[in-house]
């Protein structure tokens, strides 16, 4: 596990980034979307971001993502749109500590669906369907 957050916290995940990394497919619509409950409400507005991805490892890309800002409020809806169908990860991070575009750090907030930062799911857990929405609720953690 902490191969799996040291390769996360190391890699660098920004708004620009995640327009480089979307599959321009549109063909296949289906939303993912959900709810990202935060351990404690941010001070200041933060930003975070959600990836569907085929692993746990941002650094080799994800498969689709959003990102905005979360706020003063721990409880953020979220969606990711036009993610093609399959079965997938699904994790998030909220910049508390770190720069928005830098890699997270200690006192930042992580999440992964089905799981937690000690035990995350050992397969990729989230169905997409064709089309459609499905949805994903989230707790994230405060990273050590």
């Avoid at 689709?64 to 991070?93: I, M, Q, W």
């Avoid at 937690?116 to 050992?122: G, K, V």
Wanted: net charge negative; hydrophobic share 40%; proline share 5%.
């Amino acid at each position: 596990m902490q191969k799996i957050i040291l390769i996360f916290c190391c890699c660098f995940f920004s708004c620009e980034t995640a327009t480089e990394n979307i599959i321009e497919n549109d063909s296949q619509k289906a939303t993912v979307a959900g709810v990202l409950t935060l351990p404690v409400v941010p001070d200041l507005a933060a930003d975070y971001w959600v990836a569907v991805d085929n692993d746990l490892d941002i650094s080799n890309g994800w498969i689709r993502a959003s990102a905005d800002v979360c706020g003063t409020v721990n409880v953020v809806n979220y969606f990711v749109e036009n993610v093609p169908t399959g079965k997938y990860f699904l994790h998030s991070g909220v910049h508390i500590n770190s720069l928005t575009g830098s890699a997270l750090i200690s006192g930042d907030y992580y999440g992964i669906y089905g799981g937690s930062l000690n035990n995350p799911p050992i397969e990729a857990n989230v169905t997409v369907p064709d089309s459609g929405k499905v949805f994903f609720d989230m707790n994230l953690e405060i990273l050590p």
